[in-house]
């Protein structure tokens, strides 16, 4: 499948393959290792591939005896692989490199060696565990990899125009036409109730059926649990507990994420590891409240006060309707023709925090719940910063809507309240584009152009 990620691996290889080993951090089964090797048999005259999943003991001795003396230790991978290595024109993967530290460690000599390139994958690189006993290399160069967005999903449909057409009218801040409008909100429910998964979006191409697609993300969130009891140490209780809890915190109205619906009188400080593990391992994205929407957003970061979403939308489907151990095909019907109301307010707006984390944008909301002054009291979905910061007018709050009758009060207090510090207040719906008021309301569809 067509990955955007791909471009970036491209861009390393031209300018930084000889001075840094690219590491891409992910999720668990969101195509890391399948577009690496993609990458390496497409863009390489050999590769080798190490899997620390499945290695063997005299390949992880090679990293305890022989980064002293390269020459050999080369030739013994050469050799062990039954593949010949090419200087600047092979490339050395390290998969699931969490797994075997010292590997990573390794990348210092590596690079400065200079032979080869060298590219790592990894789940949860930055859990204790897997940092303990090594000096991370500073001549790693971080990627992360999301699951597929919208445009992404739309190539692996075989339609290659629609995001270019969105793309414009954006731009140029014109309606798509109800024809067009119609047609991408219907491709972008599908993604919403598929989500980006790699095998599950491969599946509906298939198939265009939503109960096998159901089993393979099931399969996902089987895995992430098992992931949860094995690394998540000692607490691996305390996160399965918030993992199993997201979908219900996020049905509430202000979708605040209470601790005291884990514990009675739990405490932030008890949960703050197991939240952590969730957004490291990139099952959860956290968005954060923040005090003052200023220049600043992460300055004013209220780390006591959060939202928690799933990473990946198609899979909070299947955890939040696990009635009868399968999302029934009534209910990918309702949502494919917007005919669901529990519960879709809850979709909606999982499927914005994880394009606007797509697109480069931390997590940020803004909340008041002042009760003696009525001008104060007011919640936004989300803030984002401009990327090109002045004195004035940074902030864009963004208000999310999933259905068609809505009120704007918070955001027409915050205008007034942060007049000086708001830039473009933003309502993403199921409507067309249009600007009114000083408002400008876009389709769901292009939050991802933010």
Not at 18 to 45: C, H, M, P, Q
Not at 96 to 110: H, S, T
Not at 315 to 322: E, N, R, T, V
Request: charge should be positive; glycine fraction near 4%; include cysteine.
């Amino acid at each position: 499948m067509k990955r955007k990620i791909y471009t970036e691996l491209l861009n390393w290889k031209k300018k930084g393959a000889g001075k840094t080993a690219l590491l891409i951090d992910g999720a668990r089964r969101v195509g890391k290792s399948y577009i690496v090797e993609n990458f390496a048999k497409k863009e390489y005259k050999t590769y080798i591939l190490l899997d620390f999943n499945r290695i063997d003991k005299e390949v992880t001795d090679l990293f305890l005896h022989y980064l002293n003396d390269l020459d050999t230790f080369f030739m013994y991978l050469s050799g062990y692989y039954n593949v010949k290595l090419y200087e600047q024109e092979s490339l050395i993967i390290f998969d699931e490199v969490q797994l075997f530290p010292k590997a990573r460690a390794a990348v210092k000599y590596l690079v400065a060696d200079g032979r080869y390139h060298y590219i790592e994958t990894g789940s949860l690189m930055s859990i204790k565990k897997n940092v303990q006993d090594i000096v991370i290399p500073s001549e790693e160069r971080h990627m992360k990899m999301n699951p597929m967005d919208f445009e992404e999903f739309l190539w692996a449909m075989g339609n290659d125009t629609l995001m270019e057409m969105i793309r414009q009218c954006f731009d140029g801040k014109k309606p798509m036409g109800q024809a067009v409008h119609r047609k991408a909100m219907t491709l972008f429910r599908q993604y919403m109730i598929v989500g980006g998964m790699p095998q599950a979006v491969q599946e509906y191409t298939l198939t265009r059926d939503f109960d096998e697609v159901d089993k393979i993300k099931r399969d996902i969130l089987s895995l992430y649990r098992a992931d949860i009891i094995k690394y998540a140490e000692s607490y691996a209780l305390k996160a399965e507990s918030i993992f199993d809890e997201i979908p219900a915190q996020l049905q509430k109205h202000e979708k605040k994420f209470r601790l005291s619906s884990l514990k009675k009188e739990a405490r932030f400080r008890e949960y703050e590891d197991a939240l952590f593990w969730l957004e490291d391992s990139m099952i959860a994205n956290i968005c954060y409240n923040s005090t003052e929407p200023g220049i600043g957003l992460k300055l004013n970061r209220d780390r006591l006060t959060l939202k928690c979403y799933m990473a990946d939308t198609g899979l909070l489907i299947s955890h939040a309707f696990d009635e009868n151990g399968i999302v029934s095909e009534e209910i990918y019907r309702k949502l494919l023709f917007d005919k669901l109301e529990v519960n879709k307010g809850m979709i909606v707006e999982n499927i914005v925090a994880q394009m606007l984390t797509a697109a480069g944008h931390k997590l940020y909301f803004y909340s008041n719940p002042s009760r003696n002054d009525s001008t104060s009291r007011m919640k936004i979905d989300f803030l984002i910063a401009k990327s090109k910061i002045s004195s004035r007018h940074n902030i864009s709050p963004i208000e999310v809507k999933s259905g068609k009758n809505y009120t704007l009060s918070s955001l027409r207090k915050f205008m007034v309240k942060f007049a000086q510090q708001t830039n473009t207040p933003y309502v993403l719906h199921t409507g067309d584009l249009r600007e009114e008021n000083g408002i400008v309301y876009l389709p769901l569809y292009m939050t991802c152009l933010l």
